[in-house]
């Protein structure tokens, strides 16, 4: 498996040809959600780099287990979870041998709308803003916030994907919102964390 980047630019995980049959089908399960998979470990990393090694390795990781791939009615959750799982074990064991934070990005450069010029400009402001914030919560937190807030995954889709009871991933997410908005008050952004919706 690699990366390939194609006509639009957009990352694309390619197969190597003449597999197997059980890779054929893996592919064909797993490629349609290939863009959701890298939009969101954009989002998680802030690197298409990082976003790129970190479903490569999701993928390589759900070949292994294939078979439940092709039960899966929706592959998509299962598929996040894992990826969410290895972003956070990335996460804490770069903590724990580095200083600082992984390489700068936005969310502006992953946003897929097209706004007017002064608009633009403001979203921008926004995006960075949100995203400095969103690099100051811990791997989780910044994980849920994403997902839900970010990407739209519903509570009960978020029970799936994280393993969390309901009631955890409420008081979690309340937490990260707290967190976020006291440091967006203090960035000087008085829109909150309601803005992270607009940066989709």
């Known amino acids: 498996m690699g990366w390939m980047s194609d006509d639009s ?3 694309r995980l390619s ?3 003449g597999g197997s ?6 592919e064909q399960l797993v490629r349609p959600h290939y863009q959701a998979l890298f939009r969101v470990a954009s989002r998680f990393t802030g690197s298409r780099a990082d976003a790129e090694d970190l479903v490569q390795e999701t993928c390589l990781r759900a070949y292994r287990h294939i078979a439940k791939v092709q039960s899966l009615e929706n592959p998509l959750t299962w598929l996040l979870c894992i990826l969410r799982r290895l972003y956070i074990d990335r996460m804490r064991r770069y903590e724990q041998t580095n200083v600082g934070s992984i390489d700068e990005g936005t969310l502006a450069e992953i946003a897929s709308t097209a706004p007017g010029p002064a608009e633009s400009v403001n979203s921008e402001q926004v995006a960075r803003r949100i995203e400095r914030g969103l690099r100051k919560l811990n791997a989780e937190q910044r994980s849920l916030l994403i997902l839900h807030d970010v990407e739209g995954y519903s509570l009960n889709e978020l029970e799936t994907i994280t393993a969390l009871k309901l009631g955890t991933i409420k008081s979690k997410l309340h937490r990260a919102r707290v967190k976020l908005g006291k440091m967006l008050q203090a960035d000087g952004d008085i829109a909150g964390p309601q803005s992270l919706r607009r940066t989709r």
Do not use: T
Request: no cysteine; charged share 15%; net charge neutral.
């Open 9 to 11: 630019g957009m990352a």
């Open 21 to 26: 049959e059980a890779h054929a089908s893996f």
């Open 15 to 17: 197969f190597i040809r």
